[in-house]
């Protein structure tokens, strides 16, 4: 049986990368500059420690860029192995990017809020490597584009993950206790997870190892 990935979000320093690549993470991810949200750090950071990350651990620029063009600009700044786009493209495409930066791939982030949201994951799944469902509102004023700790409707990412056409990372308010039911009824290709195993904005051990053990 296919095992379920694990990546740790809002890595802040290369301690914590290791930390979290040493209790069994898959992936890291590393957010930059965000209109709200936890764990932003600079891009010379996000670069230092994707740049000490072992081969096989996948390293994510968390990026709120919205033109195809910053999008390739902030990536090589920070030289991830991939880049998780956490609003919507609205100058230019995709493919863009892919000729630009050949060999990275590309998560897009789709916030689950209604019926809108599987439409809309289900289009873009046909242009990117991954879909990453989170629990945010690029509606409001002020954007919330990942890191809210909140839950949203499992049973619409399920349908995500049924009709899309590339694999689905499941985010949103997701830790120890809730991980397994989350893998039960959505079934994704990998989870994600910040707010859920930190204390006091630290990345806890315990709780980090309790997590990955209920995904294991």
């Not at 992936?27 to 096989?56: C, E, F, H, N, T």
């Not at 786009?85 to 100058?91: A, G, K, P, S």
């Not at 049924?162 to 290709?189: D, R, T, W």
Request: aromatic share 2%.
């Amino acid at each position: 049986m296919r095992r379920t990935r694990i990546k740790i979000c809002c890595i802040n320093s290369t301690d914590e990368a290791n930390l979290a690549i040493e209790l069994g993470a898959d992936a890291i991810g590393l957010v930059a500059r965000m209109p709200s949200g936890p764990g932003p750090i600079a891009d010379d950071l996000i670069r230092q420690i994707a740049l000490s990350a072992p081969p096989l651990v996948g390293t994510f620029l968390l990026t709120c860029e919205t033109s195809a063009a910053g999008i390739i600009e902030h990536h090589r700044r920070t030289m991830t192995s991939t880049i998780q786009i956490v609003d919507l493209l609205n100058e230019g495409t995709y493919s863009q990017i892919r000729m630009a930066l050949p060999g990275v791939k590309l998560v897009q982030v789709i916030h689950v809020i209604d019926k809108g949201s599987v439409d809309l994951a289900v289009k873009l799944s046909e242009d990117v490597d991954a879909l990453l469902l989170d629990s945010g509102n690029p509606n409001l004023a002020v954007k919330e584009l990942g890191g809210t700790g909140r839950v949203h409707n499992w049973s619409l990412s399920r349908e995500i993950r049924v009709k899309a056409k590339c694999p689905v990372i499941l985010a949103g308010g997701l830790k120890p206790e809730n991980v397994g039911k989350a893998i039960e009824e959505v079934q994704p290709f990998a989870v994600d997870v910040c707010s859920g195993v930190r204390t006091n904005g630290m990345l806890d051990r315990e709780k980090l190892r309790n997590f990955i053990g209920n995904v294991l």
